[in-house]
């Protein structure tokens, strides 16, 4: 096990256990959503090359642990034939995470897919992006947050503002948060914002991150390290 090469695995969505020669799959949803059949080939997947347990994680992908190294690439093989997707660990971007929106949730004000779809679409912001660290990105249909929008890199909420006779959705944004050993909630910028200027924001914040960050710096140190006030003004605030 000497020569294998850990941090390509981990790009992979292919993270070492514990238990020696072992390893767990971490794979991913559009937005945390699964289709029946892509439940039915996980299970097989699970069934064939596990130990038949499937584990939920906490930014709504699926895990199978007990894989072993010599059925990687049947696993590879198989999960993309499927349809789904790896995750990722290690210094790179996560999976972001959304809750249902407006597709069922009776609170819901926006398409929380559609916000999914254009920030890994138009952006090119997918999860397995190589970064300085660890980068999450989390979407909320309304202000009870409920994907933890303040705890994450950028969290964005949707939520309805007074404009005039009518009343328009409008996005706020959190910057800075994280969890791990020295967890930091994000702060909330003071204005809000169209969802095309969420876009804008989103694009250079990572830039701005990718560029700057030292390697293992979270985004909330460094816009400690910069200043609240340079930062803003750098990704065009």
Known sequence: MKDID???????????????????????????????????????ISKRYGRGIIHLTTRQGLEIPFIRFEDIENVKRD??????QP???????RTTTACPGSSWCKRGLIDTVSLYKRI?????????????????IALSGCPNKCTRADASEIG????????????????????????????????KLDKTFAEDEVL?????????????????????????????????KEVGL
């Open 6 to 44: 850990y941090d390509a695995l981990n790009s992979e969505g292919f993270l070492r256990q514990k238990q020696e020669g072992f390893f767990l799959l971490r794979a991913r949803g559009e937005a945390g959503n699964y289709t029946r059949e892509q439940f039915l080939a996980f299970a097989e």
């Open 87 to 93: 995750g990722t660990s290690g210094p790179r971007m």
């Open 79 to 84: 999960i993309l034939k499927a349809g789904i």
């Open 120 to 136: 890994e679409g138009e952006l090119g912001i997918r999860c397995g992006t190589e970064l300085p660290h660890k980068f999450k």
């Open 156 to 187: 964005i909420h949707a939520g309805l503002e007074a404009s005039g006779p009518a009343r328009e959705i409008r996005y706020t944004v959190y910057l800075g948060g994280c969890g791990g050993k020295a967890p930091h909630m994000g702060f």
């Open 200 to 232: 804008v924001l989103v694009k250079n914040v990572v830039a701005y991150y990718k560029e700057k960050a030292k390697p293992r710096q979270r985004l909330a140190l460094l816009i400690k390290e910069t200043g609240r006030g340079i930062f803003l």
